[in-house]
């Protein structure tokens, strides 16, 4: 049997990315069935990082630092990581914390805030705001010296779901366009950030460079609302009326709205089952709208199917 670390130590960094990708996705599915049970605090946020990245010590990486957080960058200097895009020339710039106590007090400050029993009874547009908000301050902190993204889907996923939403992470990460936005967004909000603590003059000079070329593009909490849709509509979407109603019975009055359309359609139209169709339909769409933004009631369309 070969010496894994030695083995490690001999790839190119191609194949090593490839072999760390392979270790941490079968943790990153495991979380998924098998979630960290926390407050959504920084304990919670090390044991995520420390479970995804467990396996990578004995493989060779002997750089990674599994549930650790990274140690302080020192006085007068920035921890600055240099970006490509696939789909834009030139180099950009992203600037995180020093990672001192300053930052690790944010970090908790941020925290205060993952809340899930509070963040249940937000509708969808406000509770996008204050996620995108909590991911970019820890993004900000980035407290790890590596996986810190990988680390904050997972967390931010599992925040989502304990709280009423699911965020499909990869909506926004398919394809080169995909992750170059998500890039994008989640650089724009950092370095928003970053900009008032930085401490060297060059640093600034690039971080004002990226912002200049980046300005226009979608920022992140604009971004998340193609991503985030609360568990409830999912479920009208994708699961059985019964199933449906067994996992989220505040589901009872979208429901009875459909069963009302459909009586009275089959009764405005009687034969035409296109025609019937057609306008329960139209119905679904609404229902599915108002359940997306958050509403669980109210979903009468008054007379305006009828036209």
């Known amino acids: 049997m070969p010496n894994t670390l030695t083995a490690a130590n001999a790839l190119t960094a191609e194949l090593r990315r490839q072999l760390e990708a392979d270790y941490t996705f079968k943790r990153v599915v495991e979380l998924e069935l098998n979630p960290v049970r926390g407050n959504f605090d920084a304990a919670h946020l090390k044991e995520v990082h420390r479970r995804i990245f467990q396996d990578l010590p004995g493989a060779g990486f002997g750089d990674v630092t599994p549930g650790e ?26 600037a995180y914390s020093r990672m001192d106590e300053t930052a690790k007090a944010r970090l908790d400050k941020a925290l205060e805030g993952a809340k899930p029993d509070e963040l249940r009874s937000l509708k969808t547009p406000e509770f996008t705001a204050r996620l995108a908000n909590i991911y970019a301050e820890l993004d900000y902190v980035h407290p790890f010296s590596d996986g810190n993204s990988r680390t904050l889907r997972t967390f931010t996923r599992q925040l989502a779901k304990e709280s009423g939403y699911e965020v499909d992470w990869a909506r926004l990460n398919h394809g080169d ?70 996992a989220h019975p505040e589901l009872k009055e979208a429901y009875l709205t459909m069963h009302t359309a459909a009586s009275y359609f089959a009764s405005k139209t009687p034969g035409d089952l296109d025609a019937q169709e057609a306008r329960i339909q139209s119905v679904m769409n609404h229902v599915q709208d108002r359940l997306n933004a958050g509403e669980t009631a109210d979903f009468d369309l008054g007379r305006e199917s009828d036209s």
């Open 69 to 94: 957080f990274r140690k302080p960058v020192p006085d007068g200097l920035d921890w600055v990581k240099q970006r490509s895009l696939s789909t834009v020339d030139g180099s950009f710039y992203v």
């Open 177 to 246: 366009v995909g992750r170059d936005l998500l890039y994008i967004a989640r650089d724009l909000s950092v370095n928003a950030l970053a900009k008032p603590h930085l401490q060297h003059e060059n640093t600034l000079r690039n971080i004002l460079y990226t912002q200049d070329r980046l300005e226009g593009n979608r920022a992140l909490p604009d971004l998340l609302r193609d991503a985030i849709r609360p568990s409830r509509a999912v479920a009208f979407e994708q699961l059985s009326e019964r199933e449906a109603l067994t």
